[in-house]
């Protein structure tokens, strides 16, 4: 164990106060100094941290214990929402923050620490030879929250060892024991979604073609594919603007009627919506700005549930895609996150007497809950707060349908690393295969092959110009493949590669060439500009 005892308290706890760290005096298993208290209290999954203080605002919650010496461990690092083609394996690296949790191998066995989902704080940790910190961060935006007289339970710390287990069977296990109740789909995920060809240039005329074309690729598979309608119908200028949803732009009309010309090609309707953005007026407070949504308030909720019920039950979509949030509290992406998770634009809310990740919460279960029978896919959101109230989430950022570069390190990154949640923790979507002229197709082939045979959802970006009749045959395969309940694929050599080459694919082993004929990236970085 990394810890000689997983269920000790740890050997000191500091809290910011007022943007002051104070050090709290051990009595027990609780530390305090005057009205302020964290407590470690046992419990059959692992040992829940608990603060009060009714007078100070608290900032953060630093732990510290001492660890069991591992030479030249190798440590999985997570991410605070999607991966950005950095999630590996590697030796201590100092102030490598690790969000939510992280695995340590060292040759013999893997040991996981980690938090809880959906815990009422953002946890990361810090590892050295010597130390395990863990930070929780409890504040309000970018202040400290005021709890008042109320106690708030901020996480539930999970501690295993495991032998006799490969790395990713161990890493398997340990995700389980994180999520108690993931939600998973009842059907395998898998069809068509239009933004990595279409890039916001779609329209009811490109989504009738594309469900038609859909509908023609799984004609007789018993479980039914998705076409899901991406940001296009809700940007104006090339500016995913959000909402109101009850209209969409002049390409697209009325879009009961789009909804329903899905359905009658025989494939079910599914739809991009961004919760936290508007142009439309709302009471004073319900707003950040001109556009951003404060989730803390009231309005500003039933807004959003208004939204989604709209979406579910005017129009008749069955899956909706909601994305941005993170970006949308915090103002910055979560890559950018790792030094310091605020920034000047981090919103400032109506409500202090919650944490940021208690008001995520709230907002993530007012999707679920006013969603009724959809299916929600969380695309930008965090994933230790998703868990348990998305069917599917998007692990990755954005793969592309104009650089292969970048679908290697997004898509193929992240599928490997993020594996183990799927099934643990919701259905695991690394994204899409950009399906276009501008990525070579003997490239593309290969995403599109281990993609559709990884277990995991499968969607593609189909361009109309570029399905030939070798791409149609071979997406005809891939979907008869996705659409069935199939094992989870396993990276057999991502200790040392950060781009799996080799995988378990229906206890068989089979090996992908990335970089064979893949083209060289010349001094620009490959990245598709965001829809912001």
């Not at 064979?516 to 010349?522: G, K």
Request: aromatic residues 10%.
């Amino acid at each position: 164990m990394i810890f000689s005892d997983e269920t000790r308290p740890p050997k000191s706890v500091t809290v910011v106060v007022e943007d002051e760290p104070v050090q709290l005096s051990r009595a027990g298993a609780e530390f305090g100094r005057g009205e302020v208290a964290v407590e470690f209290l046992s419990e059959d999954r692992g040992t829940a941290l608990r603060l009060s203080s009714p007078r100070g605002d608290i900032g953060w919650i630093i732990c510290r214990w001492d660890t069991c010496a591992v030479d030249e461990p190798l440590i999985l690092n997570d991410h605070w929402e999607r991966g950005y083609g950095d999630l590996s394996w590697r030796g201590y690296v100092p102030r490598r923050m690790l969000p939510w949790y992280f695995l340590l191998h060292d040759g013999s066995r893997t040991c996981g620490v980690g938090v809880v989902v959906q815990p009422n704080a953002f946890c990361f940790w810090d590892l050295t030879p010597r130390e395990l910190v863990l930070v929780c961060d409890v504040r309000n935006g970018r202040r400290p929250v005021r709890l008042g007289n109320r106690r708030l339970d901020v996480c539930t710390i999970v501690s295993r060892s495991y032998e006799g287990l490969s790395p990713f069977a161990a890493t398997c296990e340990f995700c389980k024991q994180l999520c108690e109740r993931p939600l998973t789909p009842d059907r395998p995920i898998y069809g068509f979604n239009d933004w990595l060809c279409a890039y916001g240039r779609n329209s009811a005329t490109s989504v009738r073609r594309d469900a038609a074309t859909l509908a023609s690729l799984t004609e007789g598979l018993a479980a039914r594919p998705y076409c899901v309608i991406d940001a296009g119908w809700l940007m104006t200028d090339g500016v995913a603007s959000g909402g109101p949803v009850t209209r969409a732009n002049h390409k697209f009309g009325d879009m009961k009627v789009v909804a329903d010309s899905i359905k009658d090609a025989g494939v079910h309707p599914g739809i991009w919506m961004r919760p936290l953005a508007t142009v439309e007026k709302l009471p004073e407070g319900a707003k950040i700005d001109h556009r951003r949504l404060d989730p803390s308030h009231p309005v500003a909720l039933r807004y959003v549930a208004e939204s989604i019920r709209h979406l579910v039950c005017d129009w008749g979509f069955e899956l909706i895609k909601h994305d941005f949030s993170t970006f949308d509290v915090f103002g910055k992406w979560g890559f950018r996150m790792l030094d310091c998770m605020t920034g000047p634009n981090t919103m400032t809310f109506q409500d202090k007497s919650k944490t940021t990740a208690e008001i995520i919460l709230e907002l993530y279960r007012v999707i679920r809950d006013s969603a009724g029978g959809a299916v929600i896919l969380g695309c930008n959101t965090f994933s230790h707060l998703a868990a348990g109230l998305v069917e599917i989430q998007r692990t990755g950022d954005d793969t592309s349908g104009r650089e292969w570069e970048r679908t290697l390190r997004m898509g193929v990154n992240t599928l490997a690393f993020r594996m183990p949640q799927h099934r643990s923790f919701y259905a695991a979507d690394a994204d899409c295969v950009g399906l276009t002229r501008e990525v070579p197709w003997r490239l593309n082939r290969r995403w599109l092959d281990l993609l559709a045979k990884s277990g995991t959802p499968l969607f593609v970006s189909a361009a109309p110009d570029a399905l030939g009749r070798d791409q149609r045959s071979a997406l005809k395969d891939a979907f008869a493949t996705a659409s069935l309940n199939r094992p989870t694929a396993e990276p057999l050599d991502w200790l040392i590669n950060t781009l799996p080459r080799v995988w378990r694919i229906d206890g068989k082993t089979t090996s992908y060439d990335w970089f064979t004929d893949a083209p060289v990236v010349l001094g620009q970085p490959a990245a598709d500009d965001p829809l912001d």
